[in-house]
């Protein structure tokens, strides 16, 4: 099959004929090793017992393999890290390494953390620009800029479109799949990392259903800022006696190492007079398409409105899904563009903006999600309230859709459906 460029390669492209070793970090499938195997012509696969084996017992024997090298799963054989580390040390030309891993690995006392030698880049399923559904008219890159571009154009996409692509996942290797098939590798992917990749970070857990149980609690709390009392409470209904909270707390850090848990940090600006942010992260999954699984919802519950959520943003299980996907198709590309992405709310919950893009110099662009064809006033009150705040700190205000047309509203804020975004 021909190679779909991810809009990463852009970040490779400008990053590794400069920087000497690289990291690709993501969770499983998302197609960390084939972008990696685009650009280098000597491979060492860890996830192969006999080759694990061989680097396990002499680490340094990676440097004899040509490079470009991708080390594959290099979390395998942790030791290889410090090998690269010291070999970039003594060479730093660019573009010798490349390492791409589904899981943190835990790092010995003595080994460094490569600070200043191995860069790290974190890798996303596919947004809808990378699978090719989507018409891309408005560039993220540009509202990023400051210039206030001109936001224009018609999307053919309509709500029915946007469930399909929650329903059929970014992971490029499912992208062909029947719908049955489809859901057979999604349920079996959530259970493989239980199953198995759970353990190999060092977790036993004795009965893993309870951990799947956490997890479909956290799929409900999908865009929201639900505490993990609500989440535990939700997982462990009619149950008097709790997990103790260093068992979730191993649920939760096992999880976020394997890349699956990927929440939206509060946004927490320094120097602002703005004090009275909430600090609860928004969750997500690694994939929308994963929480609709946990969540045993199909294409015509969604549509109907079935589904319950939990937390304190009020909504249909679909809109807490679709502000997932747009969380998706917007970090991506934000990555790209050098900045940060997280979320605004006041801690009594007064005023929320679902996505704030912060930039190195701490200018801000303001994302609203709404599941809904039109916007009226009372979708941008929190964006204008953010305006009165910020001034000149806010670069541009809009909000993604599920709607037919873009345009600036006459107050100047952007309205764009979600098939018009571009990289």
């Known amino acids: 099959m021909d190679y779909v460029p991810r809009i990463v390669d852009r970040e490779l492209d400008e990053l590794f004929g400069q920087v000497p070793a690289i990291a690709l970090d993501g969770a499983k499938g998302v197609g960390k090793t084939t972008t990696a195997e685009q650009r280098v012509v000597g491979l060492a696969r860890l996830d192969s017992a006999s080759v694990r084996e061989s680097i396990a017992a002499d680490p340094e024997l990676i440097l004899a393999r040509p490079r470009p090298l991708l080390v594959d799963e290099w979390q395998k054989v942790p030791e290889v890290w410090d090998v690269v580390r010291r070999a970039v040390d003594t060479d ?55 210039s206030r571009p001109s936001i224009d154009g018609a999307c053919a996409l309509r709500l029915a479109d946007y469930t399909d692509e929650i329903l059929a996942s970014g992971f490029p290797g499912l992208r062909s799949l029947t719908p049955r098939a489809l859901r057979f590798q999604l349920d079996s992917y959530l259970r493989n990392a239980v199953d198995r990749d759970v353990p190999e970070q060092g977790l036993n857990v004795r009965k893993p259903e309870s951990m799947l149980a956490w997890l479909r609690a956290y799929a409900s709390a999908t ?11 939700a997982a462990t209904p009619g149950q008097g006696e709790k997990p103790a909270r260093g068992t979730v707390t191993s649920y939760r850090d096992v999880l976020a190492s394997l890349w699956l848990l990927d929440p939206v940090p509060a946004w927490m600006p320094s120097g602002s007079v703005m004090t009275r942010l909430g600090q609860t992260p928004k969750h997500h999954l690694a994939d929308p398409a994963l929480a609709v699984r946990l969540l045993g919802l199909t294409r015509d519950a969604l549509l109907d409105g079935q589904g319950t959520t939990i937390g304190p943003q009020a909504g249909t299980a679909l809109g807490h899904l679709f502000e997932s996907l747009v969380t998706l198709c917007v970090r991506v590309p934000a990555q790209a563009a050098e900045s940060e992405v997280a979320h605004m709310r006041t801690r009594n919950g007064d005023h929320e903006v679902d996505l704030v893009l912060v930039r190195d110099d701490g200018r801000v662009l303001a994302i609203e999600v709404k599941l809904a064809n039109t916007v009226e006033d009372k979708d941008v009150r929190h964006l204008r309230w953010l305006r009165e705040h910020l001034g000149d700190r806010l670069l541009d205000a809009i909000v993604i859709n599920t709607g037919p047309f873009a345009y600036r509203r006459p107050d100047g804020i952007g309205v764009l459906p979600l098939g018009l975004l571009a990289p």
């Open 223 to 233: 865009s929201t800022t639900a505490s993990y009392t609500q989440i535990l409470d």
């Open 92 to 146: 730093p030309a660019g573009g010798q390494f490349l390492l791409t891993g589904s899981a943190s690995a835990q790092l010995g006392a003595t080994a460094h953390s490569g600070a200043g030698r191995i860069g790290r880049l974190r890798m996303r399923p596919m947004t809808l620009t990378e699978r090719g559904v989507a018409h891309p008219g408005v560039s993220l890159a540009e509202l990023l800029s400051g």
